[in-house]
């Protein structure tokens, strides 16, 4: 993992469903994680273009760079 | 023990004919009790009839997103307000996806694209790829491109793709509640077209899309009819945004019961798990299917979605003394 998603902990949005990250607890978001790569970014809610490989993932935001999983 | 299986076991164990659609039906209307006997006899069937090898294979996608079809299941259509973007893969990450998936031990690496069918660029980008795969990795490459055309189906044999997958998805009767883009019958001729040319036929499709145990069972005989080297039984996972997002996952005895029922149809076949076996059946239910009919593995992630590390697969299949296939087993 970058930083980046690390300190998505804290961001604003969900980065499954897009929604505010304050409102409701994103439990099925959290446990669906463990299966999926990220769709929108935690920082600014955009899409993100994912690219799921063999090993691993990696999700691109213009705004706010890429991040590996 | 239930009659069926009964007859089973004298017609598929021991001449290795497979079900028809009525006796498919009955495995899959077993009462719970007696699945457990469904899925040791359809072992055996696979062990008698194909062997304790299990075939590994990994797949990546070269473009991912925006697919003018509407499949209702699929996060990869551009017609439904799903988060998955369109995206392309480059050569460079392609022919590394290859690499790790030979490392796992796979022998199959199946390159995919959500399209209708192949347009100039994507059959560019696959003799390169194709080219420089076969160029630095060693491993078997399969597509999975959509509906072809005759010419495009011979440029595939040529750059060397040796298995074609093109998934049925369900059976004839309910398709048309699933995809109405293109026809169970244009699908159909796509399959013909790469049979004839000698590529192996990879077809299968997903549990858990709506379809009564009648129309499984008449998939499950549809394929047989087809009689393709492989098929890949996927089950449910559903995906935000697409029109079958909030159907519920298939039930994990259900599950085992398919595959008992699939083996059961087609002694011979190597029948995959797919996707959504992590969501249907976690652990536990994994191993039960490998020993109830399963002969065959993705390892590795999806394509859109994640799947088990490769290495917990590798391990069961190490628990369970099921040998991977060898790539000279292949050749
Ligand atoms: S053709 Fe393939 S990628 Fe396109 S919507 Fe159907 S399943 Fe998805
Ligand atoms: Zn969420
Ligand atoms: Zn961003």
């Not at chain 1, 929604?19 to 439990?27: L, N």
């Amino acid at each position: 993992m970058t930083e980046l998603s690390q300190s998505a902990a804290v961001a604003p949005w969900c980065d499954r469903c897009g929604e505010a990250a304050a409102t409701g607890a994103h439990t099925a978001c959290a446990a669906a994680r463990a299966l999926e790569p990220p769709r929108y970014c935690a920082h600014c809610r955009r899409r993100m273009k994912v690219q799921v490989l063999p090993v691993g993932w990696s999700a691109l935001c213009v705004e706010h760079g890429a991040t590996e999983g | 023990m239930p009659e069926i299986l009964d007859r089973a076991r004298t017609q598929v164990l021991e001449n290795g004919v497979g079900l028809d659609e009525a006796d498919i039906l009955a495995v899959l209307n077993l009462p719970d009790e007696h699945l457990p006997a469904a899925l040791q006899l359809a072992h055996e069937v696979r062990m008698r009839w194909c062997g304790p090898e299990v075939e590994v294979e990994g797949i990546v996608s070269l473009k991912t997103g925006g697919c003018p079809e509407d499949c209702h299941f699929c996060s990869q259509s551009g017609l439904f307000t799903s988060p998955v973007r369109s995206v392309w893969l480059d050569i460079p990450n392609l022919v590394e996806a290859a690499r790790q998936t030979a490392k796992t031990g796979a022998t199959e690496f199946c390159i995919v694209a959500a399209v209708r069918g192949p347009d100039a660029r994507l059959m560019k980008q696959m003799r390169e790829g194709v080219a420089a795969i076969k160029a630095e990795v060693d491993i078997q490459v399969a597509a999975s491109l959509g509906m072809l055309n005759q010419e495009q189906v011979d440029e595939l044999v040529e750059m060397g793709v040796h298995r074609y997958n093109h998934n049925l998805e369900t059976c004839r009767s309910y398709f048309p509640n699933v995809v109405t883009t293109h026809s169970f019958e244009e699908r159909w001729e796509t399959l013909r077209m790469v049979r004839e040319s000698g590529m192996e036929v990879c077809c299968g499709g997903i549990l858990g899309l709506g379809e009564t145990l009648e129309q499984r069972a008449e998939f499950a005989a549809q394929l047989a009819e087809l009689d393709p080297h492989e098929v890949p039984l996927n089950f449910l996972n559903p995906r935000p945004g697409t029109p079958l997002g909030d159907r519920p996952v298939v039930e994990g005895k259900d599950a085992l019961r398919a595959i008992a029922a699939f083996r059961l149809a087609m002694p011979r076949t190597i029948l995959r798990y797919a996707g959504g076996r992590e969501l249907t059946l976690g652990d536990l239910g994994t191993r039960d299917g490998l020993l109830g009919g399963i002969n065959a593995v993705i390892v590795g992630n999806y394509l859109t979605t994640l799947g088990r590390p490769a290495n917990a697969d590798l391990e069961l299949l190490d628990d369970l003394k099921m040998p991977v296939k060898a790539l000279s087993a292949t050749l």
